[in-house]
Structure formats: C-alpha cells, structure tokens
C-alpha cells in the first residue's frame, strides 16, 4: 500500500510550501491539494522563473506526476483559466496531468462579492480576507445548497447557477458594492465552458486506486495551522481545515494511509490580514525582515507583518498535525540580525507564563518572553550543510529540542537548489 505525506505549514500560512512540494514533487507519484482555493499563493522559483500558483497543485512543473485538486478546495473557475494561460508558455499538458474532483467546490462570481459585503460590514473587525470567495463558498458547502464542480457537467447548470446567484444578488442589493452582474456573469460562464475541457473526476476513487497500487502521494496544504477553522485564531482564520485531518476529508482518504508530516515554518514569523500575532514587532526589525525576506502577499501584494519566531504557536501546531519531520525556512533572512530572539512562553495579563496558547487569545494581551540567541551575521547563499555557520547550528539545535521533532531540511533562499536536507540525528 502507498501512503499519503502530508505538507502542511505551521504558521499563518507563506511559510514556503509551494518551493519544497516542488522541490519534493520528483520523489511522488500525486501531488494533491485538499482544501482551500485562490486565496493561497504558492510560489516555485526555478532556472531563474518565477511562478505563483493559486488552486494548481506545485508538483505541476515535475514531469510524469499525476496533480489532484481534491474535493476539500473551493475551485473558482475564472482564476482557474488564468492561472492555465499563465503556465501556457512552459507547454506542460495540463489536460493529462491534472484531475480536479467532481465533489470540489465551485466558487461563484456572487461569493466573491458576498466576501466583500461581509468584510465591509465587519468594519474596524475585518478579517482581512483575501476576497476571493472562500468563506461564503465554504458557507454555501456547509449550508447545502452550494455547487459543485461535477455539476457543470449537467444540462441543468444553468438553472442551478442562476438560482443561487439569484439568492446572493438579494442579498448583494442592500450592500454598497457596484458591480457590472452582466459581465460577471459571461466572464465566469466562459470560463465554466473552459473548465469543462479538463479531466472531472471522482478523485476520491483515483487516489485510493494509487494508494492500492503502492504510490507515493504528497498532499499539499494551503494556508497555515495557525488559520486553521477549527485550531487558528478564531474568527481571524481561513474557513477551511488546514491541517493533516483536512486531507483526509479532502481527498477522501482513510487516516491510516497518512505517512510522514512534514510541518513547515519560517526561521520567524509572519502574518497577513488580522489577527493577534504575539511576537509582531513594530520597529527598524520588523521593517528590516520584511524588507530582507520580501515579505509581500503573493496573492494581494500586502505587506505581510513581521515578527520573532513564537514556539509555544509552533508547538501547538505540531501536537494538532502529528508533525514527524519539521522543515525551516527562509534562515538566510535572519543573516542580517547579531541577535536572534525566540518566545519560549507567553506572560498573560495576570502575570502568570505559560507555553500553551489562551483560548482568550484574541483580545487578550499577551507578551513574549524571549530568549536571545547569538545570530550568525553571514550570508549563507551556497553553504552546504557542514559549512553552516555554528550559530546557525544552534539556533537550529535549540529549536530541534523544544519542538521534540527533528528539522531534516533547511531552506537558504527561495530557488529550488537552495535547499538543504539535514541528515536526522538519532540520540
Ligand atoms: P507558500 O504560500 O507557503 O507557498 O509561500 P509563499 O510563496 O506565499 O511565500 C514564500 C516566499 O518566500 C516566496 O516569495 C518564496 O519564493 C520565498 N522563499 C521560500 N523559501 C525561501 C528561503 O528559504 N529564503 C528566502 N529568502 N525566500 C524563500
Ligand atoms: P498560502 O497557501 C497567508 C489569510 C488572509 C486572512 C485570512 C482569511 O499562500 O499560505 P480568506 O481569503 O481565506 O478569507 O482569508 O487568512 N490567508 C492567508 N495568509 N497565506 C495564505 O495562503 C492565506 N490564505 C488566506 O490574509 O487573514
Ligand atoms: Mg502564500
């Protein structure tokens, strides 16, 4: 039996899980995403190009893997046909190399707008949203009564189509928005014709016959743990479940078959949109590791915020995954730094500390406590793994022993053959 290893990032989402599925896509036979939609951008730096991808699976450039949009994602069809023009100039046969499932959520022009609607009303409370659709995709999903991307298959679509954007556009009439429903409307059913073109599938079926058959499978998360419906910072959260129990149910696959999780995060931390964020700095530093790490929203642009490396986060986010293997990334932006700060704990307002997060985190004002560790101060570019710098290998030893789960790949910058793997130490 093939298993199914799960890559999942451990923060608030850009921790780098693009780069290493693809640059781990050559060891799998499928690659498959399990939730979310548009609002993840993934990026693959290779041969000098640079690419995002959005609801595409990143084991996409890699010859010969089979790539599965699994039934968890929220699917939205216009994005999708220009991120299909976007790789036209690489001649990859995406109509073979592609299955998107049936069951898979299809996002409607409306949901885009509804999401907009919504953030406005929050006022000084919005989320931050990505406003591509997915929390009132996701809300339709749960309240059954939203479409699918099987559906557009039937002959009845049209009226499916028009009857729910029917209810949004009611909704829509009472909100601030100004939008052209006519355009939306023939810009998205093109792209529906567009999508017809490639393989609809029953994927649950497709990758329970490749686990039977003995392949390897990479399912790829999207997002963070730390945005994660059930285990983020609620409601500054995505609206999906971003964490490994999310590829079960988004791909159709029994727990059993779960192999190695691999948890990613940063060397520190970041975020975009709201939310508490415990280790944000405000400063020159958090200015400098934006800057350094180009810390800009691959999907929107926006500067992502910036701040030290939060473990009692990291280890909450290990302990809901089951992370076997940990991942760092993005170390070279910490070259520019003499001193490096690590929250070990938090101290609450009533003074007590502790390691575990507050379930009053939001609203709640907490400070870090650090512990300050000597940085390298040294570009790291080229360095194989023996030539680290010894800071560098005791920031890493450090962080090996307060998480309790082994970091067996280092990555030095944002190309694929900046990546290093760590042999595993066995005490
Ligand atoms: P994802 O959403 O988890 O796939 O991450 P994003 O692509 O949104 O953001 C990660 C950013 O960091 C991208 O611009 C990557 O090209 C870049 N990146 C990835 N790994 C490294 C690294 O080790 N060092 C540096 N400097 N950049 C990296
Ligand atoms: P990848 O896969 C970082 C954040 C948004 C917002 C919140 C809800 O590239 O790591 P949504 O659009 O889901 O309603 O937004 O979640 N968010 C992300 N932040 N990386 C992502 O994806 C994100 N996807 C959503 O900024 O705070
Ligand atoms: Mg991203």
Redesign the pocket.
Known sequence: MGKVDVLL?LQ????G?GKIVDFLAPKYDVVARFQ?GP????TLEFDGVKHVLHQIPSGIFREGTKNIIGNGVVLDPVIFRREVDALNKFSLNLRKSLYISKKAALILPTHRLL?QAYEIAKGEGK??????G??PTYQDKIGRQGLRVGDILASDFIDKFNHLTGIHLNILKEQPIEFNWDELRSVYLDAVEFLCGFQLVESEYLINEEIKRGASILAEG???SL?DIDFGSYP????SNTVTAGACTGLGIAPRYVGEVYGIFKAYST?????PFPTELFDEQGELMRKQGNEF????GRPRRCGWIDLPSLKYSIMINGVTQLFMMKADVLSIFSEIRVCTEYRLSDGSVTDKIPYGLVGEKIEPVYQELKGWNIPLSGKSMSEMPRELSQYIDFLEDRLEVPITLISLGPDRTQTIHRPVTVA
């Open positions: 990032g608030w989402g850009d921790e899980k979310g609002n993840a951008g993934h999401d989320i931050g949203s990505t406003l591509k997915i929390g999207a997002q963070g945005l500054f959260v995505t609206s975020r975009v949109g709201s939310g929203g691959s999907t929107t």
